[in-house]
Structure formats: structure tokens, C-alpha cells
């Protein structure tokens, strides 16, 4: 017969256990990009792996054609970063990725490589002479009521509310595609549709808080794809609303940073100054330019630092992903001034390295041809700086109308 332990040890004995377990919980909550294509021109990719203590493992691949090439730790323990190099004649399928600690496999996930659907050549831009109808999909058509309230979703739907979200949905745009090239118009676009979860004022969608989840009010992912083969059979071209500026507090990534230098922090709360012209005037003093570009564009909208080259990857990837997976026509870029502007170069120049034909507008609110025209591809720069941006938004024209049809006689 064994003699029982003492109240003392035996105590101990529990504590110990706990301890064990607490060290060898780990989990995988998040694997984005959640999927991705064989055949990509660039055969890289980096995954960002979420899930408690996961950092603390040693992941590995046993998969012919798949290699890990670096496995980047942060401070955060819940975050891995991984870089992988895919063969481009591998076949789609599955691998496991394995989270192991010694020779112990604590976790597995598998991983999906798809057949690629879109190559160079059958992905195609908007141009020139493209009518383009803009719509914000909360205030457009209601097709679906049973999604105008999800569990889960902070704020409700609340029609009474010129603020609130209103019930517009994917399927109310699909109802009415008709309507809209009846009208004449060749190109959609729609105001972002990505998750925003937010528990106010989240209806206008530039505040996202998931990159990889249409936002459940307005639909699925695959309600999103239907919406663009649904425009293909109407030759309506789709531009998809991208903002890399800036995302929700409320975003997962913002509840549980992966890094420190993932977004521009502050003592207390610092806005932006707004000032566009501080990015073209070589006599610009450092501290308005900072202010500029690190500074908030709201309260509730943290500012991406995207000097820190795992976002930076992170977001170029988000783009390409959305490209294959819905085949989209083209992207309208957000705030283009206010992102660092040559992460904006390397953002587009890895766009069109799969897309060549592709298109996108960036958003340059601004007010002057000079200081517009600085972030156009190609623009003979003083810096040599080159955006790659094929296109941008002509404020100084829509000012000039503006003060035209306007002023009185004189």
C-alpha cells in the first residue's frame, strides 16, 4: 500500500499539475490568410497564427513542396508569424502545419491550397470608360430583413437613427443590379463591406475590425462572390473599397496587438493634422509630416504603422486574397496620403505583379493639381517617389465644378 501524501504535499502536488497544463495549452483560433492558391507568381507567403500560447511552439511542415522559410516571435505569446515557400507546380490540396514542443505535437492544423482562378490575363481593370455608380450598401436596398440584427454584432439596426445602421445588405444590391445598369453604368462600387463591429456609427464600413469577413449584416463571403458573378453577367465591373490607413479598436488585432509597433501610439489621444501637403513639400517641417502620418484619423479608428513589415505583408496579402477570391475588377484605395507611401508603392507594385491588368484609384483628397498629381504612377517627382497607383481622385476638378455652377454673376 502506498502512504498518502500529507495535506501539505498533497497540495503541492495540485499546484504543480496546473502549472504543467497552463504551460502546454495552446490553440489555434486564427490562421490568415484562412486559405490561399497554388500557381501564385509570388510563391511567398507569410501566415499570421493566433491562438493562446501558441507562440511558445515549434512549428513545423512535412509537405512536398511547402517549406518554412522563417518563423517570426513576438513579445505577444498568442502570435506566430510564419514564411513559407510554395512550389509552383504543386497540386491544390491540404497540409498539416504542426505546432509541436520537443518531439510532442500539441496542436495540428490543416491548410488548403486552391487551384487559382484568376491568372494576368482574365482579371481586368476598370478604365476610362467605365461610368461608375458608388452606392453605401447599408442605405442602398434591404433584400435580406433576417440579417439587419446579428447576435454577436455590437450595435443594431435602428432606422429612426440618421447615424445607425439602416438594413442595406448584399442582397438588396443584387435585387436591383438591373436597375443599375438600366441607368447606364458599367462599374460598382460599393463602400466597404468588410466587418465592422463596432457599437456605434458603424454603418459607413472604414472603420473594419475583421480583414478577411464580409461584415454578417450585409452578408457572407460567398454572398459577396455571388455579387460579383452576379455583375459579370451584366458586364458591371466591381471596385472593392481597401483602407490600409487605419482600423477599429474593436478589431480582434486591436484587443490583442501582435506587436507594439503594429499601429502609432501615443502618450494621449493625437489626431492627424490633415495636412496632405506635407507629404509633397520638401520644406515641411518633420513635426507636422509625423503628425500627419502617425496621427489618428478618429477616436475610435487606430492609426497602422506600416514600417513594420509583418503588416505591411499582412495587408498586401488581404488585398490579393480578396482579388482571387471574389474576382473583383479593381480596388478604390482609402486615404491614400495618409499611409506611409512607400509601403502604398510596394502595396500596388505586388498587386499588378499578379494582376497586371488590373486597376486602382487612389483616394487623394486634396485640393491642388501639384500636390495630387505627386501620388500618380509615373508623376516626375522631385524625390523620384513613385506611388504605382494607376489613378487618383480628381478633388481639385470636383472643387472647380463646385465654384463654377456656384459663384454669381461677375
Known amino acids: 500500500l502506498l502512504k498518502p501524501l500529507s495535506r501539505k504535499k498533497f497540495t503541492g502536488s495540485i499546484v504543480f499539475a496546473f502549472i504543467h497544463l497552463g504551460l502546454n495549452s495552446q490553440t489555434v ?95 481586368r481593370g476598370f478604365n476610362p470608360g467605365d461610368a461608375v455608380y458608388l452606392l453605401m450598401p447599408d442605405r442602398f436596398a434591404n433584400g435580406d430583413t433576417l440579417n439587419d440584427n446579428v447576435e454577436g454584432m455590437l450595435e443594431k439596426a435602428n432606422r429612426t437613427d440618421p447615424d445607425g445602421r439602416h438594413g442595406g445588405d448584399i442582397a438588396g444590391i443584387i435585387k436591383y443590379l438591373d436597375y443599375i445598369k438600366d441607368l447606364g453604368f458599367t462599374a460598382l462600387w460599393c463602400n466597404p463591406l468588410l466587418e465592422n463591429n463596432n457599437p456605434f456609427y458603424s454603418y459607413h464600413g472604414y472603420a473594419i475590425t475583421d480583414f478577411y469577413n464580409i461584415d454578417p449584416r450585409f452578408g457572407t463571403n460567398k454572398d459577396f462572390v455571388k455579387l460579383v458573378t452576379e455583375c459579370s453577367k451584366r458586364e458591371i465591373k466591381v471596385i472593392m473599397d481597401v483602407v490600409l490607413n487605419h482600423c477599429s479598436i474593436y478589431s480582434w488585432l486591436m484587443k490583442d496587438l501582435p506587436e507594439t509597433s503594429w499601429i502609432h501610439s501615443h502618450d494621449e489621444y493625437t489626431r492627424s493634422n490633415f495636412r496632405g501637403t506635407t507629404i509633397t513639400d520638401p520644406h515641411a517641417s518633420n513635426y507636422d509630416k509625423e503628425l500627419m502620418l502617425e496621427g489618428w484619423f478618429d477616436s475610435h479608428m487606430a492609426d497602422l504603422d506600416h514600417r513594420n513589415p509583418y503588416l505591411a505583408t499582412y495587408l498586401i496579402q488581404n488585398a490579393i486574397w480578396w482579388i482571387e477570391y471574389s474576382g473583383i475588377n479593381g480596388i478604390r484605395l482609402d486615404t491614400q496620403p495618409y499611409s506611409d507611401k512607400k509601403f502604398v508603392a510596394e502595396w500596388a507594385s505586388a498587386i499588378f505583379n499578379e494582376y497586371p491588368k488590373f486597376n486602382i484609384v487612389g483616394e487623394a483628397w486634396l485640393q491642388q493639381e501639384s500636390v495630387t498629381a505627386y501620388f500618380q504612377k509615373d508623376a516626375k517627382n522631385a524625390d523620384g517617389y513613385n506611388s504605382n497607383i494607376p489613378s487618383v481622385t480628381d478633388f481639385p476638378l470636383y472643387y472647380a465644378v463646385n465654384k463654377a455652377f456656384n459663384e454669381k454673376d461677375g
Open 29 to 123: 483560433e486564427r490562421i490568415e490568410p484562412p486559405f490561399w492558391w497554388t500557381g501564385m507568381t509570388n510563391p511567398v507567403l507569410q501566415l499570421l497564427i493566433y491562438g493562446e500560447n501558441i507562440g511558445s511552439t515549434e512549428p513545423e511542415i512535412n509537405f512536398p513542396g511547402v517549406e518554412i522559410s522563417e518563423i517570426h516571435r513576438t513579445a505577444n505569446q498568442n502570435y506566430l508569424f510564419l514564411t513559407i515557400n510554395i512550389k509552383p507546380d504543386i497540386p491544390p490540396g491540404n497540409f498539416e502545419i504542426f505546432f509541436k514542443k520537443g518531439r510532442s505535437n500539441i496542436v495540428s492544423k490543416s491548410y488548403e491550397l486552391r487551384q487559382r482562378k484568376f491568372d494576368s490575363s482574365s482579371r
